[in-house]
């Protein structure tokens, strides 16, 4: 495909990685090692699983992938329970969505929407949509479109990108491509979007990101490690490497983006350091980590990565991080401090404090803060920020029990009736005005503004396995259950509680369907969790303790 070889590429792999001898490892013996994330869980969740004698055996099993049925789920043939009546109504409209590329499966489309009157660019391939449609298909043992859609993106990183007159950086990823049909050739071509098409030019910062992270997961979930070892996929990791470990004005080691940069796609407030971007910059740095090839060329990055984390989980964990205790001392903040000893280190003015956030916050629990520049503390809570934290283990353990704790305690205001809020609170009047530019789309609880996303649910399941509290994961699947598929699996719901359909959402939305089918998976079958998740690298630690990092 597109000059890229499959053939296996002799690996000159440094033994005593561990990330990446974990990937080495055969896929059974990659189960056991999952099994270090809370045996409380695993134990569970998994008493409807079939065990084989060791009791893991029948969990990985991607000979599933030999399947006899179109539209039957492989995975349920392997449980012993009736899955719930939307798990096939929710794979065949997955199959619905998959766009073909010469014959070759290469991805999803965003929506497969036929009555809503404007298209728009939701028949395209995202890149960040694909992302649950890729895991929904590894968890059931369908490798190949994934690996035909690594390989396209890569291939459409090789273009010459270009905005107006200017040129984009080598190692842009596209937000979306769509798939042309050539009727004089008779042959498919392929077009691509980096943001010069896109609504407000925005670009896709967290695309790359993505990539390499799903990289990772179909390394981890096949055990073929020949693609990943491609100089191609090398090469390409590499490329998105330079864009964002370049050296540059920088006091901070988070990544600086232009709004809208990320799913929130639009003008939002999410300029400077948006936390989901680091969130996502951090996983992808740790498993590009796992991926590279200490060869001439990796040998120089995997440097760089691994200062360039340490940094940056010194940076997160501790001027993201607020719960009770941090927001009573920014309370109390003096401002105007000069040299290394200011406690006051951003100069935030406690003025700026926003009223909601005194309410909001639990005597237990917390949560990374959306954003943090100079003077300035964006309070709302982002759910993609958060879970990807504690997924990729940006979060220390005790901050990722305290993001669930909050979740459980303000679930009216998160959660409501649909899992789950984009972000918390919503902006309105003046300050929408001025945050959004008046954007009719992204009023109060409405789409970016508040408004509640399905897709969500699976990184707060991967979320909730991984810290052990899947009770709360049930009670999101519940939800959904109720409302998703009656609803025609809309891209996402308004509201304070999300009750209502977005007033402009799109129906079949493909990653409301993915992730809810991702979502039940790895409840079903917790070893899928090692896919999407990242276990604690204690080289990481010592995380200072707040309070002492404060005052030092
Ligand atoms: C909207 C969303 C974006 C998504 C796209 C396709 O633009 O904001 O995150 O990728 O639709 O579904």
Same mark, same amino acid.
């Given at each position: 495909m597109d000059g890229v070889r499959d053939s296996h590429s002799a690996s000159n792999a440094e033994p005593d990685d561990s990330d990446l001898s974990k990937l080495l490892d055969k896929p059974r013996l990659n189960i056991e090692r999952q099994r270090s994330f809370d045996e409380r869980s695993l134990s569970e969740l998994s008493i409807s699983n079939i065990r084989?004698? @060791?009791g893991y055996d029948s969990i990985y099993s991607p000979g599933a992938a030999a399947r006899s049925g179109f539209d039957t789920p492989a995975s349920s043939s392997r449980y012993s329970f009736e899955p719930h009546p939307m798990v096939g109504d929710a794979w065949e409209a997955l199959r619905r969505s998959i766009v073909y590329f010469r014959g070759q499966p290469v991805g999803t489309i965003a929506a497969y929407d036929h009555s809503s009157e404007e298209v728009l660019n939701y028949d395209q391939v995202f890149v960040r949509d694909f992302v649950p449609s890729a895991f929904a298909f590894l968890m059931n043992g369908e490798p190949?479109?994934?690996?035909?859609?690594?390989?396209k993106t890569l291939h459409l990183q090789g273009w010459e990108k270009k905005v107006d007159r200017f040129k984009l950086g080598e190692g842009a990823m596209p937000a979306s491509f769509k798939v042309l049909h050539d009727p004089v050739r008779k042959t498919d071509m392929l077009f691509a979007d980096f943001g010069e098409s896109a609504i407000g030019r925005v670009a896709p910062v967290d695309s790359g990101f993505w990539w390499i992270i799903l990289l990772r997961a179909y390394t981890k979930s096949t055990g073929?490690?020949?693609?990943?070892?491609?100089?191609?996929?090398?090469?390409?990791?590499?490329l998105v490497l330079t864009l964002c470990l370049s050296e540059g004005f920088d006091t901070f080691p988070t990544l600086l983006c232009a @709004?809208?940069?990320?799913?929130? @796609?639009?003008?939002?407030?999410?300029?400077?350091?948006?936390?989901?971007?680091q969130a996502l910059f951090f996983m992808a740095l740790r498993s590009a980590l796992a991926l590279l090839k200490h060869d001439a060329e990796g040998k120089e990055f995997v440097e760089r990565i691994a200062k360039r984390l340490h940094a940056l989980s010194y940076h997160v964990r501790s001027y993201f991080w607020l719960d009770f205790q941090q927001l009573n001392d920014i309370y109390r903040y003096k401002t105007e401090e000069y040299s290394h000893t200011a406690v006051n280190k951003f100069n935030v003015i406690p003025d700026s404090i926003p009223d909601w956030v005194f309410d909001f916050m639990p005597t237990r629990g917390g949560y990374f803060i959306g954003n943090v520049s100079p003077a300035r503390m964006d309070f709302r809570w982002f759910a993609l920020g958060n879970c990807i934290a504690i997924l990729s283990s940006l979060a220390t353990p005790e901050q990722s029990m305290a993001i669930?704790?909050?979740?459980?305690?303000?679930?009216?205001?998160?959660?409501?009736?649909?899992?789950?809020?984009?972000?918390y609170p919503a902006i309105e009047s003046h300050e929408w005005r001025i945050v959004t530019g008046c954007d009719p789309k992204n009023t109060r609880w409405s789409y970016h503004n508040g408004g509640s996303w399905p897709v969500l649910l699976w990184m707060l399941t991967a979320a909730c396995i991984k810290t052990g509290r899947p009770q709360i994961a049930r009670r999101a699947i519940e939800l959904i259950e109720s409302r998703l598929q009656k609803d025609g699996w809309p891209e996402y719901y308004d509201g304070k509680l999300g009750r209502y359909i977005g007033k402009q959402a799109r129906k079949f939305q493909?990653?409301?369907?993915?992730?809810?089918?991702?979502?039940?998976?790895?409840?079903? @079958?917790?070893?899928?969790?090692g896919m999407v998740s990242l276990e604690e690298d204690k080289a990481m630690k010592p995380l200072i303790k707040r309070s002492a990092s404060w005052t030092c």
């Amino acid at each position: 495909m597109d000059g890229v070889r499959d053939s296996h590429s002799a690996s000159n792999a440094e033994p005593d990685d561990s990330d990446l001898s974990k990937l080495l490892d055969k896929p059974r013996l990659n189960i056991e090692r999952q099994r270090s994330f809370d045996e409380r869980s695993l134990s569970e969740l998994s008493i409807s699983n079939i065990r084989g004698p @060791d009791g893991y055996d029948s969990i990985y099993s991607p000979g599933a992938a030999a399947r006899s049925g179109f539209d039957t789920p492989a995975s349920s043939s392997r449980y012993s329970f009736e899955p719930h009546p939307m798990v096939g109504d929710a794979w065949e409209a997955l199959r619905r969505s998959i766009v073909y590329f010469r014959g070759q499966p290469v991805g999803t489309i965003a929506a497969y929407d036929h009555s809503s009157e404007e298209v728009l660019n939701y028949d395209q391939v995202f890149v960040r949509d694909f992302v649950p449609s890729a895991f929904a298909f590894l968890m059931n043992g369908e490798p190949e479109i994934v690996k035909n859609f690594l390989l396209k993106t890569l291939h459409l990183q090789g273009w010459e990108k270009k905005v107006d007159r200017f040129k984009l950086g080598e190692g842009a990823m596209p937000a979306s491509f769509k798939v042309l049909h050539d009727p004089v050739r008779k042959t498919d071509m392929l077009f691509a979007d980096f943001g010069e098409s896109a609504i407000g030019r925005v670009a896709p910062v967290d695309s790359g990101f993505w990539w390499i992270i799903l990289l990772r997961a179909y390394t981890k979930s096949t055990g073929d490690l020949s693609l990943a070892e491609t100089p191609e996929c090398q090469k390409g990791i590499r490329l998105v490497l330079t864009l964002c470990l370049s050296e540059g004005f920088d006091t901070f080691p988070t990544l600086l983006c232009a @709004d809208g940069c990320s799913m929130i @796609d639009r003008r939002m407030g999410i300029y400077g350091y948006p936390m989901e971007i680091q969130a996502l910059f951090f996983m992808a740095l740790r498993s590009a980590l796992a991926l590279l090839k200490h060869d001439a060329e990796g040998k120089e990055f995997v440097e760089r990565i691994a200062k360039r984390l340490h940094a940056l989980s010194y940076h997160v964990r501790s001027y993201f991080w607020l719960d009770f205790q941090q927001l009573n001392d920014i309370y109390r903040y003096k401002t105007e401090e000069y040299s290394h000893t200011a406690v006051n280190k951003f100069n935030v003015i406690p003025d700026s404090i926003p009223d909601w956030v005194f309410d909001f916050m639990p005597t237990r629990g917390g949560y990374f803060i959306g954003n943090v520049s100079p003077a300035r503390m964006d309070f709302r809570w982002f759910a993609l920020g958060n879970c990807i934290a504690i997924l990729s283990s940006l979060a220390t353990p005790e901050q990722s029990m305290a993001i669930m704790d909050l979740i459980e305690s303000r679930w009216e205001e998160l959660v409501g009736e649909m899992p789950i809020k984009i972000c918390y609170p919503a902006i309105e009047s003046h300050e929408w005005r001025i945050v959004t530019g008046c954007d009719p789309k992204n009023t109060r609880w409405s789409y970016h503004n508040g408004g509640s996303w399905p897709v969500l649910l699976w990184m707060l399941t991967a979320a909730c396995i991984k810290t052990g509290r899947p009770q709360i994961a049930r009670r999101a699947i519940e939800l959904i259950e109720s409302r998703l598929q009656k609803d025609g699996w809309p891209e996402y719901y308004d509201g304070k509680l999300g009750r209502y359909i977005g007033k402009q959402a799109r129906k079949f939305q493909t990653w409301s369907i993915a992730g809810y089918l991702v979502a039940k998976m790895m409840l079903e @079958d917790p070893s899928h969790l090692g896919m999407v998740s990242l276990e604690e690298d204690k080289a990481m630690k010592p995380l200072i303790k707040r309070s002492a990092s404060w005052t030092c």
